[in-house]
C-alpha cells in the first residue's frame, strides 16, 4: 500500500476521495499495471477491499521451540499493540512454522491434563479390581511417581515436551501399573499371619513372573537404542525409563511398602468356609445332645 500511494502521487490526477474510489483505482490501475505483483495478495468484493496480505520476515536461526513459541506469541502482540482500535479489522499473524509453535504451546498444558485423567481411570479401576481402596491409593502413588520423573527425565535428556515426548509421559501411566498392581494382588490374597510374611510370600509368588515379564520387554526394545532418527531414539530413552522404574517399583518398592503399611488381612474364603462348617458342626452337636435328653 505504500507503494500504491506513492504511484498515486506521481499520478497527475486527483487523491482518490472515497474508499471505493481508492479500491476501484488499485484494482484497475495499479495491480493492473506496476503493481501486479502484489494482484494476489488483496482480494476484492465489488469496490471494497475484503483482506490482504503482507509479507514479513521470519528469521530461522536455529532457534529452540521455547524461542519460536515466545517469537509467534510477541508477533501477535505487536500487531494487537500497533492496532488496538480494530482499524485493520481482523488481523492475523500467520507463519507455517506456527503450525509447530502452536503446539509447543499448548502441549504441556494439554499433557498434564492427559496425565491427570489417566492416573484418576487407572485409580478406579485399581479400586474396582483390588477390591480395596488403601491398596488402590498405594499403586497409584507409585504410578504418579514414575510419571512424575518421567517428566523429570525429559529435562536431563536435553529434550522438550513435545509431541512425542509428551505421548511416553501419557503411556506411562498405563505402564507403571502393572508390576505393582500384581504384586499388591498378591499380598491381598495371602494368609501369612503379618505384613511382612505376606509381603514375602507375594514377592516370591509373583516377584519372579515379574522380573521376567519386565525384562524381556526392556530386552525387546533395546535394538532401538541403536537408531539414530529422534523418533526412535525418543522411544528407547523414554520406554526404558518407564520398564525399568516400573519394574522397580513392583520388585523392590512396594513389597517394601506393603510390609510397612500394608492393608490389614481380611478373612479368606478358606477361612470363611471352615468356621462355617465350624458353625454347623457345633449346631449338630448340640441339636443331637438335645435328643439324647428327650430320650
Known amino acids: 500500500f505504500v507503494d500504491y500511494e506513492a504511484f498515486l502521487a506521481e499520478d497527475d490526477a486527483p487523491f482518490p476521495a472515497t474508499e471505493a474510489?481508492?479500491?476501484?483505482?488499485?484494482?484497475?490501475?495499479?495491480?493492473?499495471?506496476?503493481?501486479?505483483?502484489?494482484?494476489?495478495k488483496v482480494v476484492f468484493e465489488g469496490d471494497a477491499i475484503v483482506a490482504s496480505e503482507i509479507d514479513t520476515f521470519w528469521f530461522d536461526d536455529g532457534a529452540t521451540e521455547a524461542d519460536s513459541k515466545r517469537r509467534m506469541r510477541k508477533a501477535r502482540k505487536a500487531v494487537r499493540r500497533d492496532d488496538p482500535g480494530d482499524a485493520?479489522?481482523?488481523?492475523?499473524?500467520?507463519n507455517a512454522g506456527f503450525i509447530w509453535y502452536e503446539s509447543f504451546a499448548i502441549i504441556a498444558a494439554s499433557t498434564i491434563r492427559?496425565?491427570?485423567?489417566?492416573?484418576?481411570?487407572?485409580?478406579?479401576v485399581l479400586l474396582v479390581l483390588l477390591g480395596h481402596p488403601f491398596a488402590a491409593v498405594l499403586v497409584s502413588a507409585t504410578v504418579a511417581f514414575v510419571c512424575v520423573a518421567v517428566f523429570g527425565y525429559v529435562y536431563w535428556y536435553d529434550d522438550a515436551v513435545n509431541y512425542i515426548s509428551s505421548f511416553f509421559i501419557v503411556i506411562a501411566v498405563g505402564l507403571?501399573?502393572?508390576?505393582?498392581?500384581?504384586?499388591c494382588r498378591a499380598f491381598l490374597e495371602s494368609t501369612a499371619p503379618t505384613r511382612r510374611a505376606r509381603?514375602?510370600?507375594?514377592?516370591?509368588?509373583?516377584?519372579?513372573?515379574v522380573f521376567r515379564g519386565g525384562l524381556s520387554t526392556i530386552l525387546g526394545i533395546a535394538i532401538t537404542g541403536f537408531c539414530r532418527t529422534y523418533v526412535f531414539r525418543s522411544f528407547f530413552k523414554y520406554l526404558m525409563t518407564i520398564l525399568v522404574l516400573a519394574l522397580w517399583n513392583g520388585v523392590a518398592v512396594m513389597p517394601v511398602v506393603l510390609a510397612l503399611v500394608g492393608p490389614m488381612r481380611s478373612s479368606s474364603p478358606s477361612s470363611l468356609k471352615s468356621s462355617a462348617a465350624e458353625k454347623s458342626v457345633g449346631v449338630r452337636d448340640a441339636d443331637d445332645a438335645a435328643l439324647e435328653e428327650e430320650q
Open 199 to 209: 509381603a514375602v510370600e507375594a514377592l516370591g509368588h509373583l516377584g519372579p513372573s
Open 114 to 124: 492427559a496425565m491427570l485423567v489417566a492416573c484418576v481411570s487407572v485409580f478406579l
Open 21 to 40: 474510489e481508492y479500491a476501484a483505482r488499485l484494482r484497475d490501475e495499479y495491480l493492473a499495471g506496476p503493481g501486479r505483483e502484489y494482484a494476489e
Open 88 to 94: 485493520l479489522g481482523t488481523v492475523v499473524v500467520y
Open 176 to 183: 507403571s501399573t502393572d508390576a505393582p498392581a500384581h504384586v
